[in-house]
């Protein structure tokens, strides 16, 4: 989303500024990752058709894109986590979560377990 300018909609495009993002980050992100939810942004950007593929380097592809969504996905979890960390506990190993996901989404997913 960071790399997205502009936000197509129903009635055309329109600039993705600061006070947009944020206002997305809060009313849509924060409720996906409260949800147990893992947000993916979909976008894309056109571009012109070169013969020079050394000139399509990572930093011209991944900005200035138009942003076409916000997902959310889950991950069910496995039917077993829930007797597992009983059976840690009871054995006496305290039970930490590591994770890279968004600490919203990562208690939700914690207290799913």
């Known amino acids: 989303m960071e790399r997205c300018s502009r936000i197509i909609t129903a009635n055309g495009f329109i600039s993705n500024d600061y006070i947009k993002k944020e206002n997305i980050k809060k009313n849509v992100i924060e409720k996906f990752a409260d949800s147990a939810l893992r947000t993916l942004c979909l976008a894309y950007k056109d571009i012109e058709y070169t013969t020079a593929i050394t000139d399509l ?18 991950d069910p979890l496995r039917p077993e986590i ?3 960390i009983k059976t840690c506990r ?3 190993i305290r039970v930490r979560m590591v ?7 990562a208690v ?3 207290k799913d377990c």
């Open 57 to 74: 380097n990572e930093n011209f592809l991944e900005c200035d894109l138009t942003m076409v969504c916000i997902a959310g996905i889950k």
């Open 82 to 84: 829930s007797q597992a």
């Open 90 to 92: 009871t054995a006496g």
């Open 99 to 105: 994770t890279g996901d968004n600490v919203n989404t």
């Open 108 to 110: 939700a997913i914690a």
